[in-house]
């Protein structure tokens, strides 16, 4: 879906695919850096705190892949 979307809306990129078997993901404007920073460093921190992790684990049973 987030391709077709892409597809249909040049403005919009798909910037990473994770292999979950789950349609999911961040959408935003590419030249919208500023709420690229804010996910991205929201992302780091919970990364680096075991947040997200926890919250992979809770959803798919594992740990994040690193």
Known sequence: MV??????????VVGTE???NESYGFSMAT???ALQSVVNG????????????????KWFGVDAPK
């Open 31 to 33: 030249d919208n850096t």
């Open 42 to 57: 929201v992302l780091a921190s919970a990364k680096s705190d075991g947040t997200y992790n926890t919250i992979y684990k």
């Open 18 to 20: 994770f292999k979950t």
């Open 3 to 12: 391709y077709n979307f892409s597809k249909d809306n040049p403005k919009t």
